[in-house]
């Protein structure tokens, strides 16, 4: 069995959002940052690796005995205002020889049930993604998703700017199983304003 290391993508300073950091933003009577750490945690993932940025001294902070913080590996990019690609690189660089599971700090909405199914459905060699129906489209892609140990590597190296690993998985399809997730979540994320009611579950 190849250990599974999730990757806490939690650099940004929310700009469009204009309300600080998001993974600092209130949620449950914590955190956001806390909260997706809880639900990897709570969804089999027994290493997490938390990559801050923007509020990375108030993120550890928060790691306080007892915490799920505590229980994190924190990585600080010192370059979070380049994009997410060296977040993405950060997190892949802290767990060689994992699977990778990158998950986002601003989809509240995630479930551990959800990170549970994902790793159930991985297969070596392979990325494994949620998948969510909207607008009547069938599945497109979406986050959380699971890298084998070399795919981490290979779309790591390939990862610029704000892109993350999209421009590796546009140009691997062949390599991506989608697992639909829609029961459970619908992919959303917090990026504006119209987005804040989903800090209201």
Request: net charge neutral; glycine share 14%; aromatic share 4%.
């Amino acid at each position: 069995m190849v250990n599974t290391t999730a990757v806490l993508l939690a650099a940004g300073a929310g700009t469009r959002l204009g309300r600080g950091p998001k993974a600092l933003l209130p949620f449950r009577g914590g955190t956001l940052v806390e909260h997706a750490a809880a639900v990897l945690e709570d969804g089999g993932c027994s290493d997490i690796v938390v990559v801050t940025g923007a509020g990375a001294p108030e993120v550890a902070a928060l790691r306080k005995p007892g915490s799920v913080l505590a229980r994190c590996r924190l990585v600080a990019n010192g370059d979070w205002a380049s994009g997410m690609g060296g977040s993405f690189r950060l997190g892949v660089a802290a767990a060689p020889g994992s699977n990778v599971l990158v998950a986002l700090v601003d989809q509240p909405g995630v479930t551990p049930g959800l990170v549970a199914r994902l790793l159930a459905r991985h297969h070596p060699g392979r990325v494994t993604a949620a998948g969510y129906r909207t607008g009547g489209h069938g599945l497109h892609r979406g986050h959380p998703i699971m890298f084998d140990p070399a795919l981490a590597v290979w779309a790591a190296a390939t990862s610029t700017g704000d892109a993350g690993a999209r421009a590796f998985l546009r140009a691997h399809p062949g390599l991506v199983d989608l697992v639909d997730c829609s029961d459970v979540f619908d992919g959303a994320d917090l990026d504006t304003e119209a987005d804040l009611h989903l800090l209201d579950g």
